[in-house]
């Protein structure tokens, strides 16, 4: 079963609100200020309201925090090694690795994530000559502050109706921190660079989807991720055709765009709440549909043909991570320093 049976309870359909209506927020006052980079402001707050159940502190200086460290390394290394893959890339190695040593140990989940997936893009726009690296950086660091302004103000609009019971996370073994920092690091390494040899400046989505099957952070869930973001991204796609189909030419106009923006987004977090699984295919629905609204969707730009070239790219950055990740997780099994199990 992907979802609950029950129905939904009144601070998960107050989560919905407000990771709809935020994300909707964010992709109004991006396009209203005709600002790049639109994914950033659409699939940050996502993020933000979509793994955090209701925003707090700790959250808030997680997401600021990461924007912030990724615009320093982002400008220096991208500044110094931004033509040069070859000597990036044992430093993209390290920047990878602890911030997945962060995901692991629990505490600091939304700063590794957070940072783990714009340390990528930022990277890999980075090293093309004509990206503008004050813009990029700019860009991450607005999108980041906006969304911590736009969940606390989702926060006051629509709060929980009860108390939420708090979860601590079980301490894990070194062994097991170890596995999954290295296994993390090496993948998201391997998915940059052949980003980099490949030259793929248009495959957003399929980037961002080698480094969300890490999110479990291990093989098992990566496993079975795999099967639900593939699920998540044809229910993605599919409704972003639909909305082209609609309403045609008229793509370019804000008023009609955003509320089904709104709506598809409605959609799918109710199926990301009941799940309750993190990253799952609701969560994999609504990134794809925020990937293809912030970057692609403006007047002139052909969504259907984008939509389809996702379906594809991500598709084939599935089966290619799912396959190397399963050699690596045997590699790193081999050791007992590194074994995921016992």
């Not at 293809?292 to 991570?321: C, E, H, K, W």
């Amino acid at each position: 079963m992907l979802l609950r049976n029950q129905p939904l309870t009144a601070n998960d359909l107050r989560q919905c609100l407000r990771v709809a209506t935020g994300a909707t927020l964010g992709f109004v006052i991006c396009k209203l200020m005709n600002w790049n980079y639109g994914v950033f402001y659409v699939v940050t707050p996502m993020l933000l309201l979509g793994l955090v159940p209701t925003m707090n502190a700790h959250a808030a200086r997680q997401l600021l925090a990461a924007g912030a460290v990724c615009g320093i390394e982002v400008g220096i290394i991208g500044g110094l090694f931004g033509g040069h893959p070859g000597l990036m890339t044992p430093l993209v190695f390290l920047l990878f690795l602890y911030r997945f040593a962060c995901m692991s140990k629990g505490s600091l989940f939304l700063f590794g994530a957070n940072g783990v997936i714009n340390l990528s893009i930022m990277l890999h726009f980075a090293s093309y000559p004509a990206t503008d690296l004050n813009d990029l950086i700019s860009s991450n660091l607005l999108a980041c502050a906006l969304s911590v302004f736009i969940a606390y103000l989702m926060k006051a609009l629509f709060p929980d109706v009860e108390a939420r019971v708090s979860h601590q996370a079980e301490p894990k073994q070194p062994h097991r921190t170890r596995h999954e920092a290295l296994l993390g690091a090496s993948m998201a390494t391997i998915s940059f660079m052949v980003f980099q040899l490949c030259d793929l400046k248009d495959s957003l989505s399929a980037q961002a989807t080698t480094l969300l099957l890490l999110f479990p952070m291990h093989w098992n869930g990566a496993l079975g991720y795999a099967r639900k973001r593939a699920m998540g991204t044809i229910l993605g796609v599919i409704y972003g055709l639909l909305v082209q189909l609609l309403l045609y030419d008229w793509s370019g106009l804000l008023l009609l765009v955003a509320p089904l923006l709104w709506l598809g987004t409605m959609l799918f977090a109710q199926a990301h709440v009941k799940e309750a699984a993190g990253s799952g295919v609701g969560f994999g629905a609504m990134t794809t549909l925020g990937i293809l609204f912030g970057q692609y969707l403006a007047p002139g730009n052909d969504l259907f043909f984008s939509a389809l070239y996702r379906i594809s790219s991500i598709m084939g950055a599935i089966v290619g991570t799912l396959c190397i990740c399963y050699l690596i997780h045997r590699l790193l099994n081999s050791f007992e320093a590194t074994r995921f199990g016992q």
